[in-house]
């Protein structure tokens, strides 16, 4: 059987995911608890023009920043609890359960969608719809918030084959300092002196 990746279109022998895009998906659903909190302190726009004043009891109070609200009051929890009553739905499940406020739901549906990852990158056809929503979800936030953190430069993909003569192909990013990179999905290790092979066996569309 052979197949492509949802997001990517990476050529895969089976499956929804690759492995690269898998990991990022499982870095954003980690880090998505703590977009939604670094939001509460972006309500407020954070100027208005010179001698605009808003009407209302609050006399110069600034509106709130529709674009968080609808972030954090909405928008990311009931993206995250859509999906994972999808998944759920898809793996035979019941329907997850909705409680709390929305900063304890946002938590959970992360941490439900993690769980279930291994099976979405194998077995769930919408897996490429569901990482890029997520994907755009947190570009959406981080807009906002600022940047992620430096995850290093970027070198290529991994060019490690498994036991079944299948491709890693996860990033590989290399950060100041280091004289080895380490693959983030397989583990793989290279040294300082393969760094030229890993060069030079890169995909075309990776170089």
Not at 42 to 64: H, I, K, M, T
Request: charged share 25%.
């Amino acid at each position: 059987m052979s197949a492509s990746c949802g997001l990517c279109g990476r050529d895969l022998e089976d499956g929804y995911l690759c492995p690269g895009d898998t990991l990022a998906l499982a870095e954003r659903l980690e880090r998505m608890p703590k977009a939604y909190a670094a939001l509460a302190g972006f309500l407020a726009p954070a100027s208005a023009p010179p001698g605009e004043r808003v009407s209302g009891s609050g006399g110069s109070r600034l509106p709130v920043n529709e674009a968080v609200l609808d972030l954090r009051y909405g928008g990311i929890a009931l993206v995250l609890e859509s999906w994972l009553s999808d998944v759920q739905a898809s793996r035979g499940w019941g329907q997850p359960a909705i409680q709390g406020g929305v900063e304890e739901r946002v938590r959970r549906a992360a941490r439900s969608l993690s769980a279930n990852l291994e099976w979405v990158a194998s077995s769930y056809p919408a897996a490429g719809d569901l990482a890029r929503e997520v994907r755009e979800m947190e570009g959406a936030a981080l807009s906002i918030v600022g940047a992620a953190p430096d995850r290093g430069r970027r070198i290529g993909q991994c060019v490690a084959v498994d036991a079944s003569g299948v491709v890693c192909g996860a990033t590989i990013r290399h950060q100041r300092g280091e004289t080895k990179l380490v693959c983030p999905w397989c583990g793989y290790v290279y040294e300082e002196r393969d760094f030229l092979t890993l060069a030079r066996l890169q995909p075309e569309e990776a170089s």
